[in-house]
């Protein structure tokens, strides 16, 4: 079965920097896929390959549907209207307007604003239903809640959520690794503009989180505890606690976050 | 409607809410208007036979080199561009949706000084209406494309800002619009004449459209053209 995406052994210089080096990975239809990688690792020149926007070397790249794309910066003539920008995306993909779905972004409530006096979560909102005009089979996400406050960022998530509910595969690329573990398949780490790691966050986990964190909160205070053999240290630690009579408020066991595993993965890579 | 006549509507429209445009293509050049056309033919009676020739050349200057510029370099200077690329909109069309739009702002501008300056300050109309007002095209989209080069061609507002008034400055002091250019010394008679101007204020003149007046701004629209292809698929490229 084909995939929604193909990238293999992609390659691309900028003068003798050379920032893809031999980049694959695959995108399966209806997963969110998330792109993640320090500074300077080849994110976005990766991205911009696969999107169409930037030539490239060598290697090859081969994407199975029609696509949506959602820049990391972007930006409109100050005084064209939100409603007006949608017509025009829509006119020249040849498509008509999905009033439907523009609501769905919460659009109605900006229909009639002029791009100046929107705000950054209102703008990001906008850049993501200019994205989806066309109905496309894959959306790419560079960065989309960057700047966005707490509940826009809330609002942006169940909106990719339901894309996902409605089939849509979703390239997402975020330095933001709550933002990733939450909503992503699965993932690929670039690190010097290879392939670090590509798989879902539970194989990230297996690959690098050889130890147990253990975060345990009682009426004395918090504790953290690093360790190999959770279930021995586990007993031990609540027999100790017992002993002393000292009350367990709150007892927390993890394998590390994506962003412990991120760091451990990327150590040492240029930023 | 196709999305290219849209594009067009839309840029119509935000020529219109846009200050830089109302200000640059209609409130300045009628203020100037207002303001010299009544100092010029009270000092110089005589400049009432190309009083409307000479604010047609001040208000089509103003409009091409310090108005329409910015907003060139907004859409093409920076993420615009981009996500105009990402979006399958074509690069040349926001260049010729905002060239139209600016002609057709122009235009108007300049039908209201031929329709107040004979009233106001008792102008002379030119001789051949028809003819005046093809002169004012072909020397409106000379000096537009003179104007899409700048916009395209400079990375910066400040710097825009800057290179746009030595383009516009003498435009309006070498090209014989303020006084006659037989009063400038020789060198910046041979400067004026380096500017569209120059050559749009003796095409709309009385009889001055012939092809030695036609030459000149034939041959700057060809360049700026041809410039702003190459600049134009450099900014795709990029």
């Known amino acids: 079965m084909k995939n929604a995406i193909e990238v293999e052994n992609l390659r691309k210089s900028y003068g003798s920097n050379e920032v893809l080096r031999g980049l694959s990975f695959k995108i399966e239809f209806g997963e969110i896929f998330g792109v993640l990688g320090v500074n300077g690792a080849g994110k976005t020149t990766a991205l911009e390959c696969i999107e169409g926007l930037r030539k490239y070397d060598s290697g090859r790249i081969e994407v199975n549907g029609k696509t949506g794309i959602q820049l990391q910066s972007s930006a409109l003539p100050a005084h064209i209207k939100a409603c007006e920008a949608l017509c025009l995306f829509a006119k020249w993909k040849k498509t008509k307007q999905d009033i439907l779905a523009a609501e769905r972004l919460g659009m109605d409530e900006i229909w009639k604003k002029q791009y100046f006096q929107l705000s950054t979560g209102q703008k990001r909102r906008l850049h993501l239903a200019l994205a989806l005009t066309g109905d496309p089979d894959i959306v790419f996400l560079d960065e989309p809640t960057a700047g966005l406050d707490v509940e826009g960022r809330a609002a942006l998530h169940s909106q990719i959520r339901e894309l996902k509910k409605r089939g849509k595969t979703i390239v997402l690329a975020s330095h933001d690794m709550a933002e990733v573990e939450t909503l992503c398949d699965r993932i690929t780490i670039l690190s010097q503009g290879k392939t670090a790691f590509c798989g879902s966050s539970a194989e990230l986990t297996e690959k690098v989180g050889k130890k147990y964190n253990i975060h345990i909160k009682t009426a004395i205070g918090s504790e953290y505890f690093e360790v190999d053999n959770i279930e021995e240290k586990l007993i031990s630690l609540l027999q100790d606690l017992k002993r002393r009579n000292v009350e367990v408020l709150d007892i927390k066991v993890d394998r590390g976050t994506l962003e412990q595993h991120f760091i451990a993965m990327t150590k040492g890579a240029e930023r | ?238």
């Open chain 2, 1 to 238: 409607m196709s999305g290219f006549m849209y594009g067009m509507m839309i840029q119509w429209k935000m020529d219109i809410r846009s200050r830089s445009i109302l200000v640059t293509c209609y409130i300045v050049p009628l203020i100037f208007f207002l303001l010299m056309g009544g100092i010029f033919v009270s000092v110089m009676p005589e400049m009432k036979k190309t009083l409307i020739q000479s604010m047609a050349v001040m208000s089509v200057s103003m409009g091409a080199f310090i108005g329409m510029p910015p907003s060139i370099l907004e859409t093409y200077g920076g993420d615009v561009k981009k996500l105009y690329k990402a979006n399958n909109v074509p690069l040349y069309v926001s260049l010729i949706t905002m060239v139209v739009s600016t002609f057709v702002h122009l235009v108007i501008m300049c039908g209201l000084i031929v329709l107040l300056a004979p009233g106001l300050f008792g102008a002379e109309l030119p001789k051949n209406l028809p003819i005046f007002f093809a002169g004012l095209g072909i020397f409106l989209i000379t000096s537009l494309a003179v104007g899409s080069v700048l916009g395209l061609l400079v990375k910066n507002q400040a710097n825009l800002t800057m290179i746009a008034q030595i383009v516009f400055l003498p435009s309006i002091m070498l090209s014989g619009i303020m006084f006659p250019q037989n009063m400038l010394p020789e060198v910046l008679q041979k400067v004026g004449e380096a500017f569209p101007a120059f050559w749009g204020y003796r095409l709309m003149s009385d009889g001055g459209m012939v092809p030695e007046n036609i030459f000149y701004l034939a041959i700057l629209f060809c360049v700026s053209g041809v410039f702003c292809l190459l600049l134009l698929k450099k900014k795709k490229s990029d």
